[in-house]
């Protein structure tokens, strides 16, 4: 049932996963960011998305161990993801940048871990490393991010452990048809990045007029659309009143007919990189 903002799915080695969760690209170290991640944990988020190159691993370390204390809840209550780096991909350097990651959020086991770029000739060897921090449980959950089918099938050719999460751009201009249902036939949890398109499909009329009838604003109306979808959310807000809004969305339901009007939006539109085709 996704009737709550504890929601979870379970990935395919068992570990429970919160539906949604938050953001925290381009947020800067500082009040702003601890202040982000200690509202969404007040507000009753689970799940905190950060990677190493977003610069920010301590003052999420930080806020979660403020936010936890807050909230009289736990570590093992949380589910935190970052991702290894292009620069760092390989095997000694995967497992090194694991350890910094560690450090600098101040915690001794991450959720997940992910390959953030399918950089050519490199992300198997990091693969290995993720395999190796997971079979010694160091991580409770592996994966890769920003991965097309062919990096996928390529990757699982030698893999022993199949990723349990790719986590890509995600929304209704970029509904990533194949990817998902070559992730659902593998058992591979789908996750979005920029569910909101970073902001730039909160005019469209479709789903504005959709968000009429429930009183749900686009932003709202989209994420209800992951969920429905499958595929796991983590909208990026620094205002309080945007993370209290992002996660109201468990109180109702689109129709079939609703989420066929929003796959149709699709238009195979990025606001990032094309996978096959980035040079960072
Ligand atoms: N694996 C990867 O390669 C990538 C992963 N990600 C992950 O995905 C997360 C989400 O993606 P992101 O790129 O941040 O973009 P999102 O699609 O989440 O959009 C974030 C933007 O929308 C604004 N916004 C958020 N909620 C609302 C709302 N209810 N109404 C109006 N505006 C709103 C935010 O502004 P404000 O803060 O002012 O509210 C911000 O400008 C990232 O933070 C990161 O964790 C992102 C990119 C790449």
């Given at each position: 049932?996704?009737?709550?903002?504890?929601?979870?799915?379970?990935?395919?080695?068992?570990?429970?996963?919160?539906?949604?969760?938050?953001?925290?690209?381009?947020?800067?170290?500082?009040?702003?960011?601890?202040?982000?991640?200690?509202?969404?944990?007040?507000?009753?988020?689970?799940?905190?998305?950060?990677?190493?190159?977003?610069?920010?691993?301590?003052?999420?370390?930080?806020?979660?161990?403020?936010?936890?204390?807050?909230?009289?809840?736990?570590?093992?209550?949380?589910?935190?993801?970052?991702?290894?780096?292009?620069?760092?991909?390989?095997?000694?350097?995967?497992?090194?940048?694991?350890?910094?990651?560690l450090k600098k959020l101040g915690l001794d086991y991450l959720d997940l871990?992910?390959?953030?770029?399918?950089?050519?000739?490199?992300?198997?060897?990091?693969?290995?490393?993720?395999?190796?921090?997971?079979?010694?449980?160091?991580?409770?959950?592996?994966?890769?991010?920003?991965?097309?089918?062919?990096?996928?099938?390529?990757?699982?050719?030698?893999?022993?452990?199949?990723?349990?999460?790719?986590?890509?751009?995600?929304?209704?201009?970029?509904?990533?048809?194949?990817?998902?249902?070559?992730?659902?036939?593998?058992?591979?949890?789908?996750?979005?990045?920029?569910?909101?398109?970073?902001?730039?499909?909160?005019?469209?009329?479709?789903?504005?007029?959709?968000?009429?009838?429930?009183?749900?604003?686009?932003?709202?109306?989209?994420?209800?659309?992951?969920?429905?979808?499958?595929?796991?959310?983590?909208?990026?807000?620094?205002?309080?009143?945007?993370?209290?809004?992002?996660?109201?969305?468990?109180?109702?339901?689109?129709?079939?007919?609703?989420m066929e009007q929003l796959n149709n939006l699709n238009q195979n539109l990025r606001v990032g990189p094309d996978p096959d085709n980035f040079?960072?």
């Amino acid at each position: 049932m996704i009737n709550n903002l504890q929601s979870t799915t379970t990935l395919s080695n068992g570990v429970k996963m919160p539906r949604f969760g938050l953001g925290v690209f381009k947020v800067e170290e500082g009040p702003e960011l601890v202040n982000a991640v200690k509202f969404a944990i007040k507000y009753g988020y689970r799940s905190i998305d950060t990677a190493s190159i977003y610069g920010n691993e301590e003052g999420v370390g930080q806020a979660i161990r403020e936010g936890i204390g807050e909230a009289g809840i736990s570590r093992e209550d949380l589910f935190v993801t970052s991702k290894v780096w292009n620069s760092d991909l390989g095997y000694e350097s995967t497992i090194e940048a694991y350890e910094t990651s560690l450090k600098k959020l101040g915690l001794d086991y991450l959720d997940l871990y992910l390959i953030h770029w399918p950089v050519e000739g490199k992300y198997k060897e990091a693969w290995r490393a993720l395999e190796t921090l997971y079979k010694e449980g160091r991580v409770k959950a592996i994966g890769v991010s920003n991965f097309h089918v062919h990096h996928l099938e390529d990757l699982m050719k030698d893999a022993e452990i199949k990723p349990m999460i790719n986590q890509v751009e995600y929304h209704p201009r970029l509904t990533q048809k194949e990817v998902h249902t070559f992730c659902q036939e593998h058992g591979i949890q789908l996750e979005a990045w920029s569910p909101l398109m970073q902001g730039q499909l909160l005019d469209q009329p479709v789903i504005q007029e959709i968000g009429q009838k429930y009183m749900k604003s686009a932003a709202q109306v989209i994420l209800r659309w992951d969920l429905q979808n499958g595929v796991i959310t983590i909208p990026k807000s620094t205002k309080e009143h945007r993370i209290i809004e992002n996660a109201s969305i468990f109180d109702f339901e689109l129709t079939n007919d609703e989420m066929e009007q929003l796959n149709n939006l699709n238009q195979n539109l990025r606001v990032g990189p094309d996978p096959d085709n980035f040079d960072f």
